[in-house]
T-cell receptor, first 117, second 118 residues
Framework: AQKITQTQPGMFVQEKEAVTLDCTYDTSDQSYGLFWYKQPSSGEMIFLIYQGSYDEQNATEGRYSLNFQKARKSANLVISASQLGDSAMYFCAMREGSGISGNQFYFGTGTSLTVIP | EAEVAQSPRYKITEKSQAVAFWCDPISGHATLYWYRQILGQGPELLVQFQDESVVDDSQLPKDRFSAERLKGVDSTLKIQPAELGDSAMYLC????????????????FGEGSRLTVL
């Protein structure tokens, strides 16, 4: 089974509107972390937001928020007030592991977001 | 701000040639990862180091790929011989071994090395 599933290969959003990028995950660990990364066309992976499995409140970082629904095993990224510079690939990732020998990270296939002026 | 350094940024080579990529993680990061990312896809783990030891290389094509982190700091990924299907972005990342306190255990990525095999 896939550890991380992103079902939206491509998304379009009007500038200044909000958009939700879907992510579901699969793990039997009690302690894990969920991340979203942005990858512009230049190729670098930019960390956006983090949610720990024990965090009760949804994470927020500026215009980014993570809608964490633990029972559904979903970790959707919400981008508010979209900007042209938000056009990029977005990857959901999960961290597992106790940390003794390093953590394991799993990535989804990504969602390509295009912001329309 | 500390960064993960990678070189070269771009590499064009002919098939059957040897290629090498270098990565210097953030100081103090014990865990180092090499990922391969084919255009339009997510990163796939090639090899994971904990200090100088390989933790996971199950997806590394060992007939042509090798990786080392001799002193537990910087790392080299080699391909010999390169094949057309090796054209991809090779990403290096590092992280703390443990997540604790304010440390989220996130991956810090380098800018990547884009390989084109002709």
């Amino acid at each position: 089974a896939q550890k991380i599933t992103q079902t939206q290969p491509g998304m379009f959003v009007q500038e200044k509107e909000a958009v939700t990028l879907d992510c579901t995950y699969d793990t039997s660990d009690q302690s894990y972390g969920l991340f979203w990364y942005k990858q512009p066309s230049s190729g670098e992976m930019i960390f956006l937001i983090y949610q720990g499995s024990y965090d009760e409140q949804n994470a927020t970082e500026g215009r980014y928020s993570l809608n964490f629904q633990k029972a559904r095993k979903s970790a959707n990224l919400v981008i508010s007030a979209s900007q042209l510079g938000d056009s990029a690939m977005y990857f959901c990732a999960m961290r597992e592991g106790s940390g003794i020998s390093g953590n394991q990270f799993y990535f989804g296939t990504g969602t390509s977001l295009t912001v329309i002026p | 701000e500390a960064e993960v350094a990678q070189s070269p940024r771009y590499k064009i080579t002919e098939k059957s040639q040897a290629v090498a990529f270098w990565c210097d993680p953030i100081s103090g990061h014990a865990t180092l990862y090499w990922y391969r990312q084919i255009l339009g896809q997510g990163p796939e783990l090639l090899v994971q180091f904990q200090d100088e030891s390989v933790v996971d290389d199950s997806q590394l094509p060992k007939d042509r790929f090798s990786a080392e982190r001799l002193k537990g700091v910087d790392s080299t990924l080699k391909i010999q011989p390169a094949e057309l299907g090796d054209s991809a972005m090779y990403l290096c990342a590092s992280s703390y071994s443990r997540s604790s306190g304010s440390n989220t255990g996130e991956l810090f990525f380098g800018e990547g090395s884009r390989l084109t095999v002709l």
